[in-house]
């Protein structure tokens, strides 16, 4: 894999270090002498003011979070050599040893389509690796002599490579299908001894060596070419999205921090944990397959997640550092907003690892590619950011970037971030919210669910069809052939009827079976939708059917000398105890009519004398996936949702919050999932957004939204429920709670929420239809989460629901509380 963003990991890790050594210089940092308790704040929505207890006092410093803290404070120096190390060992490890990922792996492993594949491939050594060479005469003869013999030497240099086997023309086999219905067209068929994942590397070098005169167009298309142009796209897609998305994210840091030092370290530790992440996954490859599109999610979640939470650190560190000791502000930050982030990232990882339930390879490695990105994002924003935040101490505020009053999301200065904490915009937005908390949430609540009506109408695919595809030559091409050639409108349904015994007895087929085989064909013929069934009992071009079925039925030797050719005929059908019969379908392939008539044709009893009939090919494919997939969806949300739910009772120690951040995440996936299937299925805004829609939505994206997006609403939540329950265990005063946390964490939150939608902003960008929908539906539910939900619908709930809230069973909380995830004491201050 390219990764531009592996020398740019490692050179900003080199400068966060440089920075660290250079401003830890001349020993340990002096302690400030700021007073130890947080200042007296002033209530935005309850007067008078209850009285409030020390915030130091009720956050408990023997718990796991604190004790990291102190831990990276002490190995401050050498935690970040060792990080850096870690990143150029795992980069060096893959670059030798990581394997390829893989093109394909939708398909269901020992699933019915999978069988039927491996069965024509042992009896009639198929290989899906072919290349095809399309050649337009401009005298429009393209069945000539003439002609034939410039499609002959064409090709001629393509003979010579070790992986073609053989290249067949129309002059070689005569098949009025290597022909246009008008007859301005040829092609021909180059096929390959390797298997797909092999041909990919060598399909460009293949396709520049056809040598065809300059009046003669040429298009080289097949699978493998397909596959190689579309990894191609999807690199410049991930490139694209860096350049991109970085520049963007590092001036929200910029209005977020005012200071460069402050603004580059979360940058560096995105600039680390992605490459590490993106090595496991390599070295992962070479025992597990690992989808392509790994590449794609791994980065979404890479860039934001890392990013985001570093920003959430860093922006405490240097509020606690206005009150406190260096050391001491490492501590609290830990013990604060790293027990926040740990278990953000234990959500977002809940989440990808339901994927792994799916029995879709390519599901599966995506979860397990999410999975290694957070864990990788976790262990250096856990550790190597606190290490690099010890060192830099004060100097963290360097570098100062002189702008706008108005385009700060947070306040840098001391004195004026003391006197406005807990009174930003978002604090007066929960206040007038909470002061008409049904009047305004329903109206809102009610838009939401509007807005996810169009996902019930979603058409689910497998993302096999050409509209799915980017656009290149050599699609391009695969439509030529669908528009131009005869069969090649079509993805046939391959049968492959098996019986116990050889069908060939000295190349002959039994008179009976030959009947059995044409009441099954007719069978076949009255399946809706069917166009046209293909079989062994077809005769070929310019011989009578008729005769033709009475010289099958005939032992070899005695067929007439004219006849000889029959047999070559026959194997393209019949091999050993394997007959193969094709079904064409007027029904789009990858689509829920096709998986119908898949239905259909399996819903038929199998011809006498058979032992099995087996179906493959897309449709049987796309049929097989749907099934798997469906089955499956249950079993991941269920994951999702319990045990993102048991985290937050955990954290939290209340049984009415964590059902409540389930509803909300519930609420902004569904909004999402509506503008999904609105945009990208019905085609709505795809002349802005610059793609064809197909009429279907990927299945595994709806499933991947989920997954992720479900874990991404947790990182809000959680920090922010959090910095409330903070303030209710000082206050003891919910309404007030919630204003103030909502306040002292609305430009933080806004900060981290803008750097996610310029992120997936980005990737909407792509050419590849599944990640464009990825980016552009994502960003839209950060978008609704972080303004919508935080802003109006959690406030409202939350004071409609009082001190509820923070109810459980006191012997629960103190069971919580001796796990060290649930800080502080579970009693408020007397309001």
């Known amino acids: 894999m390219r990764r531009p963003l592996i020398a740019a990991g490692l050179m900003a890790t080199a400068a966060g270090l440089w920075l660290a050594v250079r401003g830890g210089r001349g020993g340990r940092v002096s302690r400030v002498t700021l007073p130890e308790s947080y200042p007296a704040l002033s209530p935005p929505v309850v007067i008078p003011q209850p009285p409030q207890r020390d915030v130091d006092t009720l956050i408990a410093h023997n718990g796991i979070f604190a004790a990291l803290g102190r831990g990276t404070y002490r190995a401050r120096r050498w935690l ?8 150029i060992g795992l980069n060096v490890w893959s670059a030798t040893a990581g394997g390829q990922l893989s093109q394909g792996g939708w398909q269901v492993p020992g699933s019915e389509a999978a069988r039927a594949d491996a069965l024509f491939a042992d009896r009639f050594g198929e290989q899906a690796t072919s290349l095809i060479v399309i050649f337009t005469d401009p005298d429009g003869h393209a069945d000539s002599d003439d002609f034939q013999a410039i499609v002959a030497d064409s090709v001629s240099p393509l003979g010579e490579e070790p992986i073609v086997g053989d290249i067949l023309t129309y002059a070689d086999v005569g098949d009025p299908s290597f022909l246009s219905r008008d007859g301005t067209k040829t092609f021909a068929l180059v096929r390959l001894d390797e298997d797909l994942e092999g041909a990919i590397d060598d399909a460009e070098h293949l396709a520049s060596l056809v040598d065809a005169p300059a009046s003669v167009e040429t298009v080289v298309t097949g699978t493998p070419l397909v596959q190689y142009e579309f990894n191609e796209a999807v690199e410049r897609d ?3 999205a860096e350049l991109v998305s970085l520049p963007i994210a590092m001036l929200i840091l910029l209005a977020v921090f005012g200071t460069l030092v402050g603004a580059l370290l979360p940058i560096v530790i995105a600039a680390v944990a992605l490459p590490s992440s993106m090595a496991v996954i390599g070295l992962l490859a070479t025992v597990t397959e690992m989808s392509i599109f790994v590449t794609n999610v791994a980065t979404m979640i890479g860039l934001a997640l890392s990013i985001d ?8 560190f240097r509020e606690e550092l206005r009150h406190r000791s260096v050391a001491d502000a490492v501590e609290r930050t830990m013990a604060t907003v790293g027990k926040a982030v740990a278990i953000s990232g234990v959500a977002v990882a809940i989440g990808l690892s339901s994927l792994i339930v799916f029995e879709s390879p390519s599901l599966r490695s995506m979860g397990i590619g999410g999975v290694v990105t957070v864990l990788s994002t976790l262990v250096f924003g856990l550790t190597v950011l606190p290490a690099l935040l010890a060192m830099l101490g004060p100097r963290v505020n360097r570098l100062r970037v002189p702008l706008p009053r108005s385009l700060r999301l947070a306040e840098d200065d001391a004195a004026t971030a003391d006197a406005r904490q807990g009174h930003g915009v978002w604090g007066r937005i929960a206040g007038a919210v909470m002061r008409r908390p049904l009047l305004i949430a329903s109206p809102v609540l009610l838009v939401l669910i509007l807005a996810g009506l169009p996902f019930f109408g979603i058409q689910l695919s497998t993302g096999g069809n050409l509209d799915d595809l980017p656009p290149s030559g050599s ?3 695969f439509r030529v052939l669908s ?6 409108d079509a993805d046939p349904i391959a049968l492959a009827v098996q019986a116990d015994e050889p069908y060939l007895v000295d190349g002959a087929l039994d008179a009976t079976w030959v009947t059995e085989l044409q009441a099954y064909v007719d069978k076949l013929t009255g399946v809706g939708g069917v166009t046209e069934v293909a079989s062994v009992l077809d005769p070929p071009a310019g011989l009578d059917e008729a005769a033709y079925l009475q010289l099958i039925s005939l032992p070899e030797g005695q067929r007439p000398p004219a006849a000889a050719g029959i047999a070559t005929w026959m194997e393209q059908w019949i091999a050993d105890d394997v007959a193969r019969v094709d079904v064409f379908s007027d029904a789009l392939a990858d689509s829920s009519e096709g998986r119908a008539v898949v239905d259909e044709i399996r819903a038929i009893p199998m011809p006498t004398g058979a032992s099995d009939t087996l179906t493959g090919g897309l449709s049987s494919r796309s ?10 969806v249950p079993f991941a949300v269920a994951i999702v949702v319990g045990v993102t739910g048991a985290v937050l009772f955990l954290t939290f120690g209340s049984v009415f919050l964590p059902i409540k951040a389930v509803l909300m995440s519930l609420l902004s996936i569904t909004a999402s999932f509506g503008a999904l299937v609105w945009i990208f299925q019905d085609g709505h805004l795809s002349g802005l957004l610059d793609f064809d829609p197909s009429g279907t939505i990927i299945a595994s994206t709806p499933i991947l939204m989920f997954a992720i997006l479900f874990g991404l609403s947790m990182d ?3 920090f922010l429920l959090s910095r409330i329950r903070e303030r209710y265990l000082a206050t003891g005063d919910n309404t007030r709670a919630v204003a103030e946390g909502i306040g002292i964490t609305g430009g933080i939150i806004t900060g981290a929420a803008l750097i996610m939608v310029a992120v997936f902003g980005a990737f909407a960008l792509s050419s590849v239809v599944l990640i464009k929908a990825l980016g552009f539906s994502m960003a839209l539910a950060v978008l609704i989460d972080a303004t919508i939900v935080r802003g109006i619908l959690v406030p409202a709930f939350m004071r409609v629901m009082g001190a509820v809230n923070w109810w459980a069973p006191r012997w629960v909380q103190r069971g919580v509380g001796r796990l060290g995830l649930y800080e502080g004491s579970p009693e408020p201050a007397p309001a």
Do not use: H
């Open 238 to 240: 991930l490139v694209q």
């Open 483 to 488: 528009d131009e050639f005869p069969g090649g």
């Open 475 to 477: 699609v391009a091409g």
């Open 80 to 87: 970040p050599l060792v990080g850096l190390a870690v990143v």
């Open 716 to 718: 809000y939540e959680v």
């Open 623 to 632: 049929n097989d996936f749907m099934a798997s997939f469906t089955r499956s």
């Open 309 to 316: 939470y570093s920003l959430f650190t860093v922006s405490r």
